[in-house]
């Protein structure tokens, strides 16, 4: 798979930067960029069909440590308290472009039968570990909600501030409504772990590690993403420029 990615990369960075030096001088750089971006998207939809499965493993394939990356506790006062109560009071408010505004209560969630899965999570950082995932389907939160038909992204708003920044992270519909896109409170076994985003987080199993947000307490139904933060879908690409589609 990231084979494939790199080889659709240097393939849209060969075609539209190839005269990089002149580029990067020019006024238009960022927007070539942005082009790439997309372009990068259509070769994607072009070689694989984004509905595919990501690949899932067996339970002999675990890593034996699956390790934490970005915030490990959000660390405010809010969430130590949820900490101190176990998370009984947390709740998944979903919001925005939806005919039902929900604020689903961890619990709640937590007892609707739920999809079991083992991934391979690649962080851009250069690190891959494959862990096994319980969650709901974030296709079934999103119907019960009722999405607007002007819907386009959904954005999920987490617990943590990374610097002195909220962190946060957006998705299309594609992803929204793929089948191993959920809503995770388990992982190997267990309830999540602080580290790894507890009580709540996102798997989106074709996406790079840095858009499985975690400690999500609210998810927002979307039109566009400006306006939202930095308007670039997410704490990465509002920061550091990371690109908003990071399929694998
Ligand atoms: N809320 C929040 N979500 C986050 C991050 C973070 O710092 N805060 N880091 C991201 C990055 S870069 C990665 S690789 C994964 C790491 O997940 P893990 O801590 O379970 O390994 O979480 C992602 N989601
Ligand atoms: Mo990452």
Redesign the pocket.
């Known amino acids: 798979m990231i084979g494939r990615r790199r080889f659709i990369a240097a393939a849209s960075s060969g075609l539209l930067l190839g005269g990089c030096d002149r580029l990067n001088n020019s006024p238009g750089f960022r927007s070539v960029l942005r082009s790439a971006e997309g372009l990068n998207l259509r070769a994607q939809r072009l070689v694989s069909a984004r509905d595919a499965l990501a690949r899932e493993y067996s339970e002999a394939d675990m890593s034996p440590f699956?390790?934490?990356?970005?915030?490990a506790h959000p660390g405010t006062p809010e969430y130590a308290r949820h900490l101190a109560e176990n998370f009984a009071n947390w709740r998944l408010v979903v919001d925005g472009l939806v005919a039902r505004p929900l604020s689903i209560p961890l619990h709640v969630l937590k007892s609707i039968p739920h999809r079991v899965q083992i991934t391979r999570?690649d962080?851009v950082e250069g690190w891959s570990a494959i862990g096994e995932w319980h969650g709901l389907e974030l296709s079934r939160i999103l119907e019960a909600a009722g999405l607007s038909t002007r819907a386009k992204y959904i954005v999920f708003h987490?617990a943590?501030r990374?610097g002195d920044k909220p962190?946060y992270e957006s998705i299309d519909l594609i992803d929204a409504f793929h089948p191993q896109t959920i809503m995770a409170w388990g992982m190997n076994g267990h309830l999540l772990p602080v580290?790894?985003?507890a009580p709540l987080r996102l798997r989106v199993e074709r996406q790079l590690?840095?858009k499985?947000?975690?400690?999500v307490q609210r998810i927002q139904a979307v039109e566009t993403l400006a306006g939202i933060h930095g308007g670039k879908g997410g704490y990465w690409e509002d920061n550091v420029d990371y690109e908003w589609y990071a399929g694998i």
């Open positions: 699956f390790r934490s990356n970005g915030t999570h962080c987490c943590d990374f962190y580290p790894n985003g590690g840095y499985h947000a975690k400690y």
